[in-house]
């Protein structure tokens, strides 16, 4: 079992639908992130949150929104997805935002665009 | 973007081999990171190094680090089928927020 949760393990959903990822960690960790991971690829940041505020975006399409509405908590809101994006959505976490830090993933949501 | 590449890209032993993965990458960085993946599942982390250490030790890992030709190695000795998985290095070029950018990964294949 991991530490940090992440819900739902699977979604489907079409291309003008709107849902959110789920990601919670009870580690009292102050740093928090959602990769993008493709099939036999490596995971790809997508945003981190540093002490409850959005620190870096990676450029990513504002189709993907994310939140953060207390430390324990992160979410991935979607709308108007493409099937490109299509892929494995991972949350990790670490304790402070600076390095030397490992990072805590949860086991993913497969997202399926249709 | 990808910092660098994995060596190899697959690799299939026997139980109770060693098993060696590569890990090269392009700027300076802070620290080095290790991870695992099983199949469908999230990454676990195994060992971090950081820029002015050169080897670590972590169980039956090894990890060696040199800065001078921007590569790592990761080493699991006498390896089992459970080691069966995708392994990832990391590197994390400083600047804070943590940010980590992942190599291609090797596929490690252990058969009994």
């Known amino acids: 079992d991991t530490e940090v949760t992440q819900t739902p393990k699977h979604l489907v959903m079409g291309m003008t639908n709107k849902k959110s990822l789920k990601c919670e960690q009870h580690m009292g960790h102050r740093a928090m992130y959602w990769y993008k991971q493709k099939a036999k690829k490596p995971p790809e940041l997508m945003f981190v949150?540093?002490?409850?505020?959005?620190?870096i975006n990676e450029s990513v399409p504002s189709r993907f929104s994310p939140e953060c509405p207390n430390s324990s908590l992160l979410n991935l809101h979607l709308h108007a997805l493409q099937p490109e994006d299509s892929a494995l959505y991972l949350c990790?976490?670490?304790?402070?935002?600076?390095?030397?830090?490992?990072?805590?993933f949860g086991d993913g949501t497969r997202l399926s665009i249709l | 973007s990808q910092q660098g590449e994995e060596d190899p890209q697959a690799l299939s032993i026997q139980e109770g081999e060693n098993a060696t993965m590569n890990c090269s990458y392009k700027t300076s960085i802070n620290n080095l990171q290790w991870y695992r993946q099983n199949s469908g599942r999230g990454l676990v982390h195994l060992i971090l190094?950081?820029?002015?250490?050169r080897e670590k030790h972590s169980g039956r890992l090894r990890v060696t680090l040199d800065t001078s030709k921007k590569s790592s190695s990761l080493l699991i000795t006498a390896s089992r089928a459970a080691d069966t998985a995708s392994y990832f290095c990391?590197?994390?070029?400083?600047?804070?927020?943590?940010?980590?950018?992942f190599g291609a990964g090797t596929r490690l294949a252990v058969h009994p």
């Open positions: 990391a590197t994390d070029e400083g600047g804070g927020y943590n940010k980590l950018i």
């Open positions: 990790a976490s670490s304790a402070e935002p600076n390095s030397n830090q490992p990072q805590h």
């Open positions: 949150y540093s002490y409850e505020k959005l620190s």
């Open positions: 190094i950081r820029s002015n250490e």
